[in-house]
């Protein structure tokens, strides 16, 4: 039996496979070991999943996560996994999730949209290019970190539209002092930043919230996906934001010429199927 995890920032999608047929599914909180220390991430995996996951006699774990770009995070995060399950960990990032789950063993442009983004050009075994996507900070484009900032800006400013403004502060009963908390002073702003993203997927009849989302959307393409050779390769997509906006990000790789044939909410089914094909390393 195998445990195939897929972790974002904001949420952990756990699967017991076993001969190609999930057995046992749960989700848990995000855990990213940028944001988290080894004791942390323990504790959350703990608390959170399922006794059932942890009396099961497994063969193999295969993790993959946001945040696990370098050895260092990747050695936290197995840690803190092999304490609570006693068994090899074998620790990825999360775009080798999506790249596996979009294209298995295809090459192709494998992207995510969710609380962040990222992409890479993946050769059916190994990820070979990736623009470095910079963080909610400094890139990120088109994800739901960053579309929450630049409305929550707006919002702040007085620029975006009364109607939305007075929804959002009613629904999220916040206040602009909150939201200067929540983003500077409290834990994951940016899990905080994605779900006003998700909020605005509500208001998309409304002109700035379509051309706030769209303009997100084309500076992804633009500079990101432009850096691939997206016109000899299917270019394909993972994530919550990605599967909520489908319809609008089809529309922006029309117009950058790229063809978009799969977008996924989350890359588990294709992981399974990867992952069967595939002859573990003992």
């Not at 999943?49 to 006699?57: G, I």
Request: aromatic share 12%; proline share 3%; with cysteine.
């Amino acid at each position: 039996m195998k445990l195939i995890v897929e972790s974002g920032s904001t949420r952990t999608e756990w699967a017991l496979v076993e001969d190609q047929q999930l057995i046992q599914h749960a989700f848990t909180e995000g855990l990213n070991p940028y944001f988290q220390t080894r004791r942390e991430i323990s504790r959350s995996v703990r608390l959170g999943l399922p006794e059932v996951f942890f009396k099961k006699k497994l063969e193999q774990v295969h993790y993959y996560g946001a945040g696990c770009n370098s050895q260092e995070k990747r050695n936290t995060l197995g840690a803190s996994l092999v304490a609570q399950f006693k068994t090899p960990i074998q620790v990825e990032s999360d775009l080798l999730a999506a790249a596996r789950g979009l294209f298995k063993t295809e090459a192709g442009i494998a992207c995510i949209l969710g609380t962040g983004s990222n992409s890479c050009f993946y050769n059916g075994k190994i990820i070979v290019k990736n623009v470095r996507p910079g963080g909610y900070i400094l890139g990120d484009e088109g994800s739901g970190a960053v579309i929450g900032k630049k409305f929550l800006s707006d919002v702040l400013k007085g620029l975006s539209p009364a109607g939305v403004t007075s929804d959002f502060l009613d629904k999220f009963r916040t206040t602009p002092n909150d939201i200067m908390e929540s983003v500077y002073n409290r834990p994951f702003p940016n899990r905080y930043l994605a779900s006003v993203a998700y909020f605005l997927a509500d208001y998309m009849g409304v002109d700035y919230v379509a051309n706030l989302v769209t303009s997100s959307f084309f500076d992804f393409f633009h500079r990101n996906i432009r850096q691939y050779d997206y016109q000899s390769y299917s270019t394909r997509f993972v994530g919550s934001l990605a599967y909520r906006y489908a319809d609008s990000l089809r529309d922006v790789a029309k117009e950058f010429g790229v063809t978009v044939d799969k977008i996924e909410e989350t890359a588990m089914r294709g992981l399974i199927d990867f992952h069967s094909l595939i002859i573990d390393e003992p």
